[in-house]
């Protein structure tokens, strides 16, 4: 079990107020360390963002039947 699973699950049986502090202090612990936390928020919903634009474009794609290229049509071989 890591330590992450480990914090995770002590944390789940401390009432709402003390999880509250315990976040506040993960957050103070990041700030420390020198993280950007509307930075990596940021960074998320970008990453978020891209994902579904990819999904919505890919869609239906699946159900297209695709080209017929052979060998022949290559110009270059490497």
Known sequence: MTVADKI???V?????PLQAEVLNFIEFL????????QGDAQRLEDAEWSNLSLVMAM???????GPDYTIADLKERF
């Open 12 to 16: 789940l049986v401390l009432p709402e």
């Open 30 to 37: 990041l700030s420390k360390a020198g993280h950007d936390l």
């Open 8 to 10: 995770h699950q002590r």
């Open 59 to 65: 869609r239906g794609m699946e159900d297209e039947e």
